[in-house]
């Protein structure tokens, strides 16, 4: 927008310019001024940039999204834009990932996003972005993300440390009572 505006050149001048800016982006704003009496002509202009972030985008990744679908639809009544894909379209890059300010898989085996968990360490240590993992049979341990990148970022081990607890016997008891070994 363009106007003429008055000013006093003996006080500070407050130049409010009302704009409601209703979508999420990046906006620039080019500040010009023409002074009547101009000394130097370099200080008359100005440039800056508004960043406007929206509702916090969250990607919700699951091996079967359906069966995460409940909890996302939790996060949408809070007012989040939730994403759901499936695990093999976990985002490829930094700047993919960097799209959401958190990230939350469940039941994705480490195998699928192998190639990604050096960004998610990134992602989590160098730009803040949020990430968990829910568990499932391809979670955690299980899923193999022993000594990984992404086990780095969790606030839980994936080895198991209380080996004593672990059995050194299997053992398996069949019982038959249908009466054909008499």
Do not use: C
């Amino acid at each position: 927008q363009e106007g003429t505006i008055l000013l006093n050149p003996a006080e500070k001048n407050l130049v409010p310019v009302p704009q409601k800016i209703t979508e999420p982006g990046i906006y620039r704003y080019d500040i010009r001024i023409k002074p009547q009496e101009d000394f130097q002509v370099e200080n008359n202009s100005l440039q800056a940039w508004i960043s406007v972030a929206g509702p916090p985008r969250v990607l919700f990744v699951d091996d079967h999204p359906e069966e995460i679908r409940t909890l996302a639809d939790a996060f949408e009544r809070r007012g989040f834009a939730v994403e759901v894909k499936e695990a093999r379209y976990f985002p490829r890059t930094l700047q993919d990932m960097l799209l959401y300010q958190a990230i939350l898989i469940r039941n994705v085996p480490a195998s699928i996003i192998q190639s990604q968990m050096p960004f998610v360490e990134q992602y989590v240590r160098e730009f803040g972005g949020g990430f968990a993992m829910l568990g499932g049979k391809k979670s955690f341990g299980p899923g193999g993300y022993y000594q990984t990148p992404v086990e780095n970022v969790l606030p839980v081990r994936m080895d198991l440390i209380n080996k004593k607890y672990l059995a050194d016997v299997a053992m398996v008891i069949v019982i038959d009572k249908s009466g054909s070994m008499t």
